[in-house]
């Protein structure tokens, strides 16, 4: 692609950027990529020659991020405001970078890769920051991102986990009635192979990558189960699944149980499917369990609020100019039935947000542990190549103007977990004290 096209995208971009609509609005922590460098010998010449060659495509690509950001500050940046923030000297920095470049040419002994130097620039910009949930995302990056709030994919369907010591990736959770269940893979099956590779020790996100593709196109898995070293192989066909982020039951005394794992795209929808499976069955009371969820997006939480509190305000947001949203309950329904929730120092950002809400309205009783802390609000912005950028934008506060960062909820009533079930990774209802103090609290009201 040339510059003048380049420019053209970039144009393009400016007028989005102008309209000051992110791609999502991400209340939850920060996600980490790592890359694997390769190691090559190769001769001095042959080193020579790829220097100069890297040296030149980085000329071009500092000239490009030069112009494109006096050309992006010169036509207003995003919203036409004016830049009254961090003024950098963009020809000191491209000098010394071109020093810095020298360097690597002559002296340094592997094969730099220049789309990782580019990329190594951008990162290290966000980075300076100093901000650990702003983040530059490469296109690749971005897609990945997107998909994992969309909560939506193409694959076999199921949860997986690795052992950072031994590297063996286990299967946490089939997906209900999703590909994986349906061709026979079990929960807590050991994956050996995929495809006749053996996946022990590889990366994580490339071997979950092996496991997505077009719906119908078949895959090959060999799993461990029950300890046994021989291999079952299954093949499964891959369909568009929904990741399932909440799972519900009714409980004795017709109460509902209603775990939600982290806010995407579809959790509002699910949650709202078992609000409305559980008050066909006779709902009286309500526990809605957010221990561990990290945060999500502002759009889902706030939509499950409204189908619990009728009116008023659920949340507002503040920028560092003082401006920001409101967001308000428009839904007529709502939900006058006892309720607790459950929370802990996982509960972080979108569930703090819940949470506050629940208790500023007095709606339900939280139960558990002082929540994370994280009050503020990252907003997503797609660049003109398809890389993206996520930046701390605002800070979000509670119906009652309660900002959290660095303190938390704390629960109407606190419960520490019993020290013996800390390392436990699944609890049984009946030893969880913290559910049970929340069932408990339920019952009182439905009597």
Avoid at 29 to 48: M, N, V
Avoid at 329 to 353: H, R, Y
Wanted: contains cysteine; hydrophobic residues 30%.
């Amino acid at each position: 692609m040339t510059r003048k096209n380049d420019h053209k995208e970039e144009e393009k971009e400016i007028e989005r950027n102008k309209k000051k609509h992110p791609i999502a609005t991400f209340l939850g922590y920060s996600l980490d990529s790592e890359e694997e460098w390769e190691e090559e010998e190769t001769s001095r010449d042959s080193t020579f020659m790829r220097g100069i060659i890297t040296g030149v495509f980085l000329s071009i690509i500092m000239a490009a991020v030069i112009a494109s950001t006096w050309y992006f500050f010169s036509n207003g940046g995003i919203g036409n405001k004016s830049n009254d923030g961090v003024s950098l000297d963009y020809s000191k920095v491209s000098d010394k970078l071109k020093v810095l470049q020298q360097y690597v040419d002559y002296v340094f002994l592997d094969e730099a890769d220049a789309e990782k130097l580019e990329n190594g620039i951008y990162n290290g910009f966000v980075d300076a920051l100093g901000d650990k949930y702003s983040s530059y995302y490469t296109a690749e990056e971005y897609q990945d991102l997107m998909e994992s709030t969309d909560g939506q994919y193409c694959g076999i369907g199921a949860y997986v986990a690795q052992d950072k010591e031994t590297g063996t990736i286990t299967i946490t959770s089939p997906f209900e009635n999703g590909p994986a269940a349906k061709a026979g893979i079990k929960e807590n099956d050991v994956l050996y192979s995929v495809n006749g590779k053996e996946v022990k020790g590889q990366e994580l996100n490339d071997v979950v990558s092996s496991m997505k593709g077009t719906a119908g196109t078949k895959v090959k898995v060999g799993v461990l189960r029950d300890n046994s070293t021989t291999p079952i192989y299954v093949e499964i066909t891959l369909e568009d699944v929904e990741v399932p982020t909440v799972s519900y039951e009714m409980l004795e005394d017709k109460i509902g149980y209603i775990i939600v794992s982290k806010f995407d795209k579809v959790t509002s929808t699910q949650f709202r499917t078992a609000v409305d499976d559980l008050q066909k069955q006779g709902m009286k009371g309500l526990v809605i369990d957010l221990r561990g969820n990290p945060g999500g997006l502002l759009t889902s939480v706030t939509d499950m609020l409204d189908r619990i509190i009728k009116d008023g305000t659920l949340v507002y947001t503040k920028d560092k100019n003082g401006e920001g949203e409101t967001f308000k309950a428009t839904d007529n329904d709502s939900l006058d039935i006892p309720m607790s929730v459950l929370i802990n120092k996982g509960s972080a950002s979108a569930s703090e947000l819940f949470a506050g809400a629940i208790q500023d309205y007095g709606v339900g009783t939280l139960v558990g542990t002082t929540s994370y802390g994280k009050g503020i609000v990252q907003n997503i912005y797609k660049l003109y190549d398809g890389s993206a950028i996520k930046l701390t934008v605002s800070k979000y506060y509670t119906p009652k103007g309660r900002n959290i960062q660095g303190t938390g909820i704390e629960p109407d009533i606190t419960v520490e977990l019993d020290k013996e079930l800390e390392n436990e990774s699944k609890i049984p209802m009946s030893k969880d004290n913290q559910l049970q103090k929340a069932i408990e609290v339920v019952q009182k009201k439905i009597k």
